[in-house]
C-alpha cells in the first residue's frame, strides 16, 4: 500500500485517500497509541450507536506511523459553509446545537472511557501559566461540579462538522470523554469566544470573534431550548475548562486573554487565590 493522495492534515494527524470509499487518518510519529486507540473504540461504538459519525473500519500501522481507516464523508465543514454563506448563520448555529443536543443523549457506560472531569483535571495539572495554588482551587471546585455518563465530544466546533446537503457527520473523537454534557457545551463557549487564528491579522480575528459571538448566542439559546437547561448551569463548567484549555499549545494573545477571563471567573465563584 502507497499512500500519495494527502487530502487534509491538522496538528495530530494527516488524512490520505484510500480508495473512493475509505480515508486513512494518519498520526504523527510519537503520537500516543492509547489516544489513537481511544478514538477508534469510541468512533466505533458511537457509529453502531447511530449517531452521526464516520465508521471506523480498523486500526493501521504504514511506514511506522499508526493510523484509522475511516468511511470517506463527501462533503466540507460547517466552517467554510459559515464563511461562504454568512447570512445562513442562524440556521447552523441552529443545527450545531441540535447536533450536539442530539449527540448528548447517549449514555456510556464502558468503564475504560476517561471521565470528563479526569480529562479536566489532568489538563490542568500540565499547565505551568497559573500558580500552584490557584490551580489546586480550581481542581477542587471542579470536582464538586456534577457528575454525568454522557458522551462529550471534549473538541466540538464548526470545523469538526462536515456537511452535504442535509447530512451532517461530526469528527475527530480523539478527546471525547464521558460525562456531564454541560461540561461539553461549556468547552465550545470557550472555543467560539476566545479562539486565535495565528495566521490571520488582528482585524481579520476581530471579526471572526465578532461573527462568532453571534454564532454563539444562537447556539446557546437553543442548546437550553432543546435541552431545559440553565444557562448558569453551563457557565458553571467554564472556569474549568477555560484553566485545561491553558495546557494547549496557544498563541499568546489566547492564553492571555483566557488567563484573564479565569482570574475573573475565580472571583466571581468565590475562589480564593
Known amino acids: 500500500m502507497t499512500l500519495t493522495n494527502l ?3 491538522g496538528r495530530t494527524a494527516q488524512v490520505y485517500e484510500l480508495d473512493a470509499h475509505k480515508i486513512i487518518k494518519l498520526f504523527y510519529h510519537g503520537y500516543p497509541q492509547h489516544a489513537i486507540e481511544n478514538e477508534y473504540h469510541i468512533s466505533k461504538m458511537l457509529y453502531n450507536s447511530g449517531l452521526p459519525v464516520a465508521n471506523a473500519h480498523n486500526l493501521i500501522t ?3 506511523r499508526l493510523g484509522i481507516v475511516y468511511d470517506r464523508i463527501q462533503g466540507v465543514t460547517m466552517l467554510k459553509n459559515i464563511y461562504s454563506k454568512p447570512w445562513r448563520y442562524r440556521q447552523y448555529a441552529k443545527k450545531l446545537a441540535e447536533l450536539h443536543h442530539h449527540i448528548h443523549q447517549e449514555t456510556i457506560m464502558d468503564s475504560e472511557i476517561d471521565s470528563y472531569k479526569n480529562k479536566l483535571i489532568t489538563d490542568m495539572q500540565k499547565i505551568d501559566l497559573l500558580d500552584t495554588y490557584t490551580i489546586d482551587k480550581i481542581i477542587a471546585y471542579t470536582q464538586a461540579l456534577p457528575e454525568g455518563n454522557k458522551i462529550c465530544h471534549g473538541d466540538f466546533h464548526p470545523d469538526n462538522i462536515l456537511c452535504n446537503n442535509d447530512k451532517h457527520v461530526v469528527i475527530d473523537w480523539m478527546t471525547a470523554t464521558k460525562g456531564n454534557p454541560l461540561g461539553d457545551v461549556a468547552r465550545t463557549i470557550i472555543l467560539l469566544e476566545y479562539v486565535v487564528f495565528p495566521h490571520m491579522s488582528r482585524i481579520s480575528n476581530y471579526m471572526v470573534h465578532v461573527f462568532g459571538k453571534i454564532l454563539l448566542n ?7 431550548q432543546r435541552s431545559g437547561v440553565k444557562i448558569e448551569d453551563i457557565h458553571q463548567w467554564k472556569l ?6 491553558l495546557s494547549e499549545d496557544l498563541p499568546k494573545e489566547e492564553n492571555d ?3 484573564r477571563f479565569i482570574q475573573k471567573e475565580i472571583k466571581k465563584c468565590k475562589i480564593k487565590e
Not at 444562537?218 to 437550553?224: A, G, N, Q, V
Open 62 to 64: 504504514y511506514q511506522a
Open 218 to 224: 444562537h447556539y446557546i439559546k437553543t442548546y437550553i
Open 257 to 259: 486573554t483566557l488567563i
Open 240 to 245: 474549568p475548562v477555560a484553566a485545561a484549555r
Open 7 to 9: 487530502i487534509g492534515q
